[in-house]
């Protein structure tokens, strides 16, 4: 799979974009980069990312995934990941890497319902208040 067979739609104010079962260290690389100018360009408040067919992940495609979380996250938009399976999850708990700031949702339905719900303190970077 290459990044540019990755679809990356724009429903609104929000992209959502859905990875194969494989995601490669290339793939990875120039999907992250084109989620970010997307982001940018569109302004996007939000960022869905649809991992239900990830049956693994290696460590580059974990960390990989989080700095996509935390660069969309740094641009202003509120990011979920949906679909995650168990492996997926153990991985990420294996590696250290945790998702600050990023919900998780069992479908991209669930992820749309949670974006339409007010972003909590605890959503925003640092878990702070917004005065």
């Known amino acids: 799979m290459s990044a540019s067979e990755i679809p990356i739609l724009r429903l609104g104010t929000v992209l959502l974009a859905g990875l194969g079962s494989e995601l490669d260290d290339k793939t990875a690389v120039l999907f992250a980069d084109e989620l970010s100018r997307q982001v940018a360009d569109t302004g996007a408040r939000a960022v869905v990312l649809d991992i239900t067919k990830l049956d693994v992940i290696d460590s580059f495609a974990a960390r990989i995934l989080v700095e996509i979380a935390t660069m969309a996250r740094l641009l202003g938009a ?4 949906a679909g995650m399976r168990y492996p ?3 991985t990420l708990v294996e590696l250290g890497l945790g998702l600050p700031g990023v919900l998780t949702a069992l479908s991209v339905e669930h992820a749309l319902k949670k974006l339409s719900t ?3 303190p605890r959503e925003r970077p640092g878990g702070s208040r917004v005065r």
């Open 78 to 81: 509120r990011v979920v990941l």
């Open 88 to 90: 997926v999850a153990i």
């Open 118 to 120: 007010p972003e909590s």
